[in-house]
């Protein structure tokens, strides 16, 4: 481990909670574009919309999923509304003075974030069970994992 982190060359968490060597924010824009948009890293609203076009089309929506893929898409924008928040949240806990302080805003940002993502997980299997069985194959392939959805 190096000085003020937990792993050293290159490694994970630095001083205040950084990653180290481009931060976390970074990483998880490159694993996850949603999370890239969301973390600063360009317009993530109208990356959002062409994400949410993206899919509806790949997926081949029908009109009688249009309801179900409405309410994910919706569910898609809190997401990345409440990725937004918790990025404000995570830079203001970083200016705390005490670690706990900062533990502490750490901790209400990811307790706000799962909250968000415990809404998008309903829609998303409202969803997915609407989907036919080539449609699920598309999604599986075209939407990731860690509540990234997109």
Same mark, same amino acid.
């Given at each position: ?54 899919? +509806? ?60 993502? +415990? ?18 194959? +598309? ?12």
């Amino acid at each position: 481990m190096g000085p003020g982190g937990m792993m050293g060359q290159g490694g994970m968490m630095g001083p205040g909670g950084m990653m180290g060597e481009g931060g976390m924010m970074r990483m998880m824009g490159r694993d996850c574009p949603m999370m890239g948009m969301a973390m600063g890293e360009g317009d993530g609203t109208a990356h959002a919309a062409g994400r949410i076009a993206f899919l +509806k089309a790949e997926l081949g929506i029908t009109e009688a999923q249009k309801e179900a893929f409405d309410a994910y898409a919706a569910a898609l924008t809190k997401n990345l509304e409440g990725m937004q928040a918790m990025r404000s949240a995570m830079m203001a806990s970083m200016q705390a003075k005490t670690p706990v302080e900062r533990l502490s805003g750490h901790l209400q940002a990811m307790e706000k974030r799962l909250a968000v993502l +415990k809404e998008v997980k309903p829609a998303l299997e409202k969803l997915y069970g609407a989907l036919s069985d080539e449609q699920k194959k +598309k999604a599986d392939q075209t939407m990731t994992g860690m509540g990234c959805m997109m």
